[in-house]
């Protein structure tokens, strides 16, 4: 069992940046693929950007392209989400999740996001 926690959102300007995290526990997250998800209530989810397990392979939403960038640290066990450029439209609950339980885990894009933590919610206003 993989124990995931997010942190790092908040409150920011459009045009701002963040820096998410993800901290795992429970076991180390170097084999699989980790994804970051974002949700808007009355929305599907949406996979913002996911990195590979072996060879750090990233994938990236078409709305973060040059946006964003997915790395992971395997000695601290986390993986990291740094965004620019901002907009409202981002405003979201975001939270990472594994690929742990698909029959071929460790690549991206994750269609059976395991593992998710509680989230952090990012909110883009002025």
């Known amino acids: 069992q993989v124990q995931l926690v997010e942190s790092g959102g908040g409150l920011v300007q459009p045009g701002g940046s963040l820096r998410l995290s993800c901290a795992a526990s429970?076991?180390?997250?170097?084999?699989?693929?980790v994804g970051w998800f974002r949700q808007v209530p009355g929305k599907e989810r949406e996979e913002v950007s996911c990195?590979?397990?072996?060879?750090?392979?990233?994938y990236y939403a078409n709305a973060f392209l040059g946006r964003a960038t997915i790395s992971r640290d395997n000695a601290k066990n986390t993986i990291y989400l740094e965004m620019n450029s901002l907009k409202p439209e981002d405003t979201a609950v975001y939270y990472c999740?594994?690929?742990?339980?698909?029959?071929?885990?460790?690549?991206?894009?994750?269609?059976?996001?395991?593992?998710r933590g509680q989230g952090t919610q990012v909110t883009v206003s002025s």
């Open positions: 999740a594994t690929d742990r339980l698909e029959i071929t885990y460790g690549e991206c894009p994750i269609t059976i996001p395991s593992d």
């Open positions: 429970g076991a180390t997250l170097d084999r699989y693929a």
């Open positions: 990195i590979n397990a072996v060879n750090g392979l990233t």
